[in-house]
Nanobody
Framework: VQLQASGGGLVQAGGSLRLSCAAS????????MGWFRQAPGREREFVAS????????LYGDSVKGRFTISRDNAKNMVFLRMNSLKPEDTAVYYC???????????????????WGQGTQVTVSS
């Protein structure tokens, strides 16, 4: 299984970015997918998740109303549109696939078994 995240970069506060994650080696449309982030010195935290069909999404409290997760099952890709970015959004962002044998909530990091390499997002003030 490979998950390749891209789209990070340097952006000013208030700006936008769109992250992409290309998946291979798994039955993509059978997996919940998630985005997590980790800032220096902090634990990895949940950002957003999306169900197999895309019909159900969940967001972390700090990004609700600003970030949108979506997926394209035909292309085996998941996206994270980030608007109104803040300096506190600065982190390495990771995409991950939720284990088919995990029945816990999709914001639980332990439920994800495959991770991408991460893409850096830096928001300047």
């Amino acid at each position: 299984v490979q998950l390749q995240a891209s789209g990070g970069g340097l952006v000013q506060a208030g700006g936008s970015l769109r992250l992409s994650c290309a998946a291979s080696g798994l039955a993509f449309d059978s997996h919940y997918m998630g985005w997590f982030r980790q800032a220096p010195g902090r634990e990895r935290e949940f950002v957003a998740s999306i169900s197999w069909s895309g019909g159900s999404t969940l967001y972390g409290d700090s990004v609700k109303g600003r970030f949108t997760i979506s997926r394209d099952n035909a292309k085996n890709m998941v996206f994270l549109r980030m608007n109104s970015l803040k300096p506190e959004d600065t982190a390495v962002y990771y995409c991950a696939s939720k284990s088919l044998s995990d029945y816990g909530p999709p914001n639980r990091i332990q439920g994800y078994d495959y991770w991408g390499q991460g893409t850096q997002v830096t928001v300047s003030s």
